[in-house]
Structures are given as structure tokens and as C-alpha cells.
Antibody, heavy 122, light 111 residues
Framework: QVQLQESGPGLVKPSETLSLTCTVS??????????LSWIRQPPGKGLEWIGY???????NYNPSLKSRVTMSVDTSKNQFSLRLSSVTAADTAVYYC??????????????WGQGTLVTVSS | QSALTQPASVSGSPGQSITISCTGT?????????VSWYQQHPGKAPKLIIY???TRPSGVSNRFSGSKSGNTASLTISGLQAEDEADYYC???????????FGGGTKLTVL
């Protein structure tokens, strides 16, 4: 069974860069799961898709965040990562990594990490 | 403001049925049969309960069902149980530049 686990600092200062890593177990980012994604949820609010990276390195980011987002994948470690620059309090949220069991873009997200709360505060 | 519109809250008594609507446009809900629904309990990650409008993943109760008419999709939960109390989010594939769009979420209260 594929499992995803987020890791990274829980507190980031305003204007700095948020960095998170998602470690995949029970499957390979090269062959078992697809569209390695990040989705966030501000406290008490709904879900927002941040973007995805394919194992080949191709990416697609939410236009509203595109200028600040960078995603990468390390197939040797079975991990993928998110960097969000110039953060503000509005970026405070629970960040989930998620992926699909199908290579079909329209397939939903089957696998989710437990989520990690990142607070932006000085 | 979310791309897909859901009611903020719905409620029902145990044993009853409820329906949650999800309204989009012809660029998402109305244009494709790729609507999904997620259930989220407090402090937990979303769980996929319906995909491709009306398909249940393995292990999901058949009390959950989905449908679509035009630009509006619906999730119906029959035989409400206390454990169904949660937030529900719809999503749809979209022809715009993003991967998918989410609804704003609906809080289900089991009275």
C-alpha cells in the first residue's frame, strides 16, 4: 500500500521560503504513482491545489502561485519536494502531498499524506 | 472564491438521505465525467469516496453515490450514520490551465 509522509519546518518567517518534502513508501515515484502534487488547506478553509511534478520533471503549477512555487523530484530517494518563496501569513496552512495511481491526468488523487501544518509568523 | 460552488452546510438525521450539490461550468463539471468527491474528518486528510461522477473506490460504502446533470454534480448519502459527519469536497477535471478545481466544501451535520 502506497503511503506518503510530509516533512519540514512547522514555522517559517515572513518573506522566507517554505520547504517541504514528501517521502513515498510502498511504491515508486517512477512507476507506481503519478502527478506528485501538493495541496494546501488554510485553517478552517477549503482545499487549494498548488501544483504537481511528474517523475520526469515536468511541472504544472496553479497560476495564482506560479511565480513563487518550485517543485522537484528525487527518484533515487523516492521523494518529491515543494518550495514556496516570499511567504506571508496567507500561506499558513496544512500542506498535503498527494498522488494518483493512474497516469490519466483526469484521475483523482488516491493517495494523500497526513498533512503538515506550516505557520508563517515572525 | 472556489471554482465550484457547494452549499456551506447540510444536515440530516440518522437513517435519512441527504444530497450535496456541486455547481461548475462547461469547462469543468459540465464538460467532463471526471467529478470526484472527498470526505474529510477533522484533523484528517481527505479520503476519496467517489470518482468519475459515480464510481466508488474499493472499500467505500454503497451508501455513497454520485450523479451529474449539466453543470451540477451531486453526492447522495443514504442511511445517514453518525460517522458520516464530516466535510465533503467536490473536484473536477478542468480544461483550464490548472490540474483540477475544488469546491468550497460542505459541512455535513448528523443531527
Amino acid at each position: 500500500q502506497v503511503q506518503l509522509q510530509e516533512s519540514g519546518p512547522g514555522l517559517v518567517k515572513p518573506s522566507e521560503t517554505l520547504s517541504l518534502t514528501c517521502t513515498v513508501s510502498g511504491g515508486s515515484v517512477r512507476s507506481d504513482i503519478y502527478y506528485l502534487s501538493w495541496i494546501r488547506q488554510p485553517p478552517g478553509k477549503g482545499l487549494e491545489w498548488i501544483g504537481y511534478i511528474y517523475y520526469s520533471g515536468s511541472t504544472n503549477y496553479n497560476p495564482s502561485l506560479k511565480s513563487r512555487v518550485t517543485m522537484s523530484v528525487d527518484t533515487s530517494k523516492n521523494q518529491f519536494s515543494l518550495r514556496l518563496s516570499s511567504v506571508t501569513a496567507a500561506d499558513t496552512a496544512v500542506y498535503y502531498c498527494a498522488s494518483k495511481r493512474s497516469d490519466h491526468l483526469a484521475h483523482p488523487y488516491d493517495y494523500w499524506g497526513q498533512g503538515t501544518l506550516v505557520t508563517v509568523s515572525s | 472564491q472556489s471554482a465550484l460552488t457547494q452549499p456551506a452546510s447540510v444536515s440530516g438525521s440518522p437513517g435519512q438521505s441527504i444530497t450535496i450539490s456541486c455547481t461548475g461550468t462547461s469547462s469543468d463539471v459540465g464538460g467532463y465525467n471526471y467529478v470526484s468527491w472527498y470526505q474529510q474528518h477533522p484533523g484528517k486528510a481527505p479520503k476519496l469516496i467517489i470518482y468519475d461522477v459515480n464510481t466508488r473506490p474499493s472499500g467505500v460504502s454503497n451508501r455513497f453515490s454520485g450523479s451529474k446533470s449539466g453543470n451540477t454534480a451531486s453526492l447522495t448519502i443514504s442511511g445517514l450514520q453518525a460517522e458520516d459527519e464530516a466535510d465533503y469536497y467536490c473536484t473536477s477535471y478542468t480544461s483550464t490551465s490548472t490540474d483540477l478545481v475544488f469546491g468550497g466544501g460542505t459541512k455535513l451535520t448528523v443531527l
